[in-house]
Structures are given as structure tokens and as C-alpha cells.
């Protein structure tokens, strides 16, 4: 069996790992005889479930292990892959300590939207480039990984705990500020969803756009010389690169050729095609929000947040700190420590400014506040909720914003 054989059964059983986590809460207004054995026998089934996705997840990193030849976590898809499994490792090690089924019904989907969007990176096993031949790699990536899975959780009990206690039928200017926070965060997980059907959709229906770049390439020997570079593209291109050569474009809607250029000062041979990721991320994001309003005929905080009347605000204000508590000395050791010592040794200077890098010291310093805030000035329930879902935004964009908007020494890792 291949390696993504794993995945898929992994992917399938989360599924359905959160769907018993789904009947488990909101199965108890049909279980009236005893709504509290309900919610436990199924988060029994569903958590059970989620070990065996698990169990899929780690067959797929092992066996892409055996035919990579090295630990899988030196591109976005196998990054993100090992991410999304951390996630799930993380929310099953926090549910053994609290037994919340409800963060099932929040967690578990963030695994499962990471595994989604891993997979529109390529696949292909690629040999180790020279600065990531080292043992390091294992050590760094695979600590602030887990960091960041605890970081999700977090999330995940921070936008409940918002969900919850928000007033969506008020009309003050306060609590209308809070339910728009609530709303671009949702909006934010159903952009990537988007973003992950479109890739998903296109390359069914064999989609296939090709731009060339000339490149100045420097050789081992000093001299410069110009390259053609070809940039694939599989969403349309509204954007091609700067001064990019069409080489072949399947007809969208029409359109035979991209209407826009990318800007000159986004630099790089993906710049454009960068820049059409975001684009299109935001266009799917907006279009597949809208049908789900259409739906919902409310805004979707307000649809979702009578399906939570029933949970405990002070055990997920507690799960949500708890969990970023766990990850922050674990992100510390693996995004900082780890990196920098790595950085020494591949680049000669622990720190150098890298994009990446400065975003991993921001993550830092941001959760450092929260935990500071949390003991010292009492900022407990709401306030740090929203301290916990805006840190996860911040941890996304180091993760995903930089490498498709800012170029680095991180770059390699294919966005």
C-alpha cells in the first residue's frame, strides 16, 4: 500500500470521527432519557474513531518516510500532512485530559481542513536540498509542529468559547464589533475550504496553464546567465507572472489569456502565480461564505451558536489556555531554540531577518503576551478567547501568508 493510500483511509475515518462527535452533542435533544450517556457513548465511538484516523495518518508518514528516504516534512504537502496529524495527536492528548466531546466537533476540523489543503501542493517525493541535509530538520520541524497543533486547539476552544457567549441578537456597537471578529474568523476557515475544492475541482476537470520567466541564475563558478523557468499554474491565471511568456492555456469561461500581470516588485519566478493563489483564495472564500448565508439566512456565528447553549464556559476557557500552555515551551524549543541552532550550522548566523523567521519570533512574542495577560492581569473568558483565535491567525500566516506573499530562505517549501 502507497503512502497517500494511508492518508486517504486517515482522511475518510477523521471524517467520520467528527461526524460521531457531531451526533454526540447534537444527538442529546433526541436522547432525552439520558442526554449524559448519549454524549458519552458516542464521544467514546468518536474519539475511538479518531485514534484509528490516526493510526492511518502515522502509516502515511512512516511509508512516505521509506520512499522519500528522509522524515516528510521538507515541503508544504508533507509539512502541512505532519501538521494536520500533530493536530489530531494534540486534541486527542487534550480530550483524554478534560473529556470534552464538544472540542471534537471543533478540533477535528481543523486537522482535516490542513490534511485538505496539504494536498493541493505537489506530491512528488523531492530530493533534500543541501540546507535541509541535516538532523536538525527532524528536530526543528517536527517540535514546532507540535507546538503549533496545541496552538490549534487552542483555537479550536477559543472560537467555541466566542461562539457561545457573544450576543448575535444584539444591536451595541460593542457586541456588533465582536460578531464581526467571530464572522471574519469563520470566514477565514471557509476561504481555505474554498480554496481547497477549487484546486480540487480544476484539477478533475484537467485544468493546466504554463508561463515562462527568464532568470538570472548565478552558477557555482560565478558567471551569470538568463534561464527560461516555467511556472504551472492550476487555478486560471488572473494574474501571470511579470513579463511572463504564455506557453499553453486551457480556455476558462471564455478567457484564452490572463488579464492582469503581476506587480514588478513581487519578486520571484511564483510571484504571479502566487499572487493568483491569494486571489483566487479570497474570490472562493467570498463566493462559497455567500451560499452558505444564503443557507443559514443569518449570519453563520449566530446559525451556529444556538448548537452550543449547552457546554461549559469555564472548562473550555480552561481547555483553550491549558492547551496553548502545553505548546508555547514546546514551539519555543522547536520554532526558536531548534531553528536557530540549525541556522548556525546551515547559514553560518543563528539569526539573519528571514521572513520566516521574524514571523516565528512575532508567534513567539504574541503567545508570550497571552500567557503574561493570563496570569498577571486576569484576562480570563472572553478576552482570551479572542487572544487565542487571533494567535492561530498569526500562526497561520507564518505558516501559509508568508510563503505566498513574502520571499525567503523558507521559499523551498513550495507555496
Known sequence: MTSSSFLLIGFIVYNLAFLMFVIAILGRKWAQDNPIEHTRK????????????????????????????????????????FLGMMIIVAFIVVYFIYRAPVLGVFAVPIGIIIIGYASVFPKDVQPLIPALQSYWLKIHVTTAAFGEAFFAVG?????MYLLRCVNFDSKEKGDRKEQR????TIFSLVMIIAFVISIFGFNASGYHARFANDVLYTGKDGVEQTIKQNVDYVLPPIFKPFEGEQVEMKPFLGMTEAPFEAPSW???????????????????????????????????????SPLLKGIDLEDIDEISYRAIAIGYPIFTLGALIFAMIWAAEAWGRFWGWDPKEVWALIVFLYYAAYLHLRFSKGWQGKRSAWLAVIGFMVVMFTLVGVNLVIAGLHSYSGA
Open 42 to 81: 458516542w464521544g467514546n465511538y468518536a474519539i475511538g474513531a479518531t485514534i484509528i484516523g490516526l493510526a492511518g495518518h502515522a502509516g502515511f508518514f512512516f511509508t512516505r518516510w521509506y520512499e522519500a528516504g528522509h522524515i516528510p516534512t521538507s515541503n508544504m504537502y508533507e509539512f502541512m500532512t
Open 266 to 304: 513581487m519578486k520571484g519566478s511564483n510571484a504571479g502565480r502566487k499572487l493568483n493563489t491569494v486571489v483566487w483564495s479570497i474570490a472562493g472564500g467570498l463566493i462559497l461564505y455567500g451560499l452558505l448565508r444564503l443557507i443559514a439566512r443569518k449570519p453563520l456565528g449566530a446559525a451556529i
Open 155 to 159: 483555537f479550536a476552544a477559543g472560537l
Open 181 to 184: 471578529g467571530v464572522e471574519v
